[in-house]
């Protein structure tokens, strides 16, 4: 059997119509639908996927009572840290909330340590963990 890498970041839908899979493709300024012959076993195969890959990346429930510690950055308000469940949580300058998953304690330390928390953040934690945005002022997050 040979294993080949995919990145399927780009497709935002899936549908299975007349004997076809079709791909909503996010191409970035726009939007491209590619249409392949295919079995609805394929179509299924893709749905399954999706619920698996959900499930491995979600993020814990939301914790309210987060123990937030005020921080001075012209980044961000305050941070916090649940080492239980190995989540980070970020108030922005901004009033954004996000919360990092999978943050080891040695990266909350560093953190917590640095002399810019802006410049620590972004290098060492942006992009490289899963976030989740749990309040954003007068937007959907």
């Not at 619920?51 to 001075?72: D, G, K, R, Y």
Request: overall charge negative; proline content about 4%; glycine content about 6%.
């Amino acid at each position: 059997m040979k294993l080949s890498r995919l990145n399927l970041g780009s497709v935002i839908a899936v549908a299975h119509i007349d004997g076809h899979l079709q791909l909503l493709l996010n191409r970035g300024d726009e939007l491209e639908l590619l249409e392949i012959e295919a079995p609805v076993a394929a179509f299924e195969g893709l749905q399954e996927l999706n619920e698996i890959v959900a499930e491995a990346t979600a993020l814990p429930p939301v914790n309210e009572s987060f123990a937030m510690l005020p921080i001075n950055s012209s980044m961000a308000n305050a941070v916090g840290y649940d080492a239980d469940m190995s989540v980070l949580q970020i108030e922005f300058r901004n009033g954004a909330v996000y919360q990092y998953a999978g943050v080891e304690p040695e990266v909350w330390q560093d953190l917590h340590d640095t002399n810019s928390v802006g410049k620590y953040f972004n290098n060492e934690i942006r992009g490289n963990y899963l976030s989740s945005c749990i309040y954003e002022n007068d937007c959907d997050c």
